[in-house]
C-alpha cells in the first residue's frame, strides 16, 4: 500500500464502499462520487487489465478499448509491479463466475 494514501480520509471511503450491497448501490454512490469520464476510466483500465492478463497486445487492447498506449502501459505496470489488486479482484470474479 501507498503510504501517501493512507489517511482517515481514504479510510473512510474505504469504509463506505465496504457497505454497498448491491450493484445498483455501486452506481449510484459512484455516480455521485464521480464524474462520467472518471468513472469510464476507471472501467476502461479495467478492462485493459482483464486483456493484459489474458495476454491481448498493446494494439489489440487499443483497438478494442480505445486505451492510449500510455494508459495500457501504466495498467501493465500495476499488474507487474504493483500490489497485486488487479490480480486479486479478477481472481475473486472469476471464481463467482
Known sequence: MNPKLKSPSMDRL???I???KSQDECYAFFEDLCTVNELLSL???FDVAQMLREKETYLEI???TGASTA???RVNRALNYGN???D?????LKKTE
Not at 88 to 92: G, S, Y
Open 14 to 16: 474505504f469504509a463506505a
Open 84 to 86: 497485486d489488486g488487479y
Open 71 to 73: 494508459t495500457i502501459s
Open 88 to 92: 486479486l479482484v479478477m481472481d475473486r
Open 62 to 64: 487499443a483497438e478494442r
Open 18 to 20: 465496504r457497505t454497498l
Open 43 to 45: 472501467s476502461q483500465r
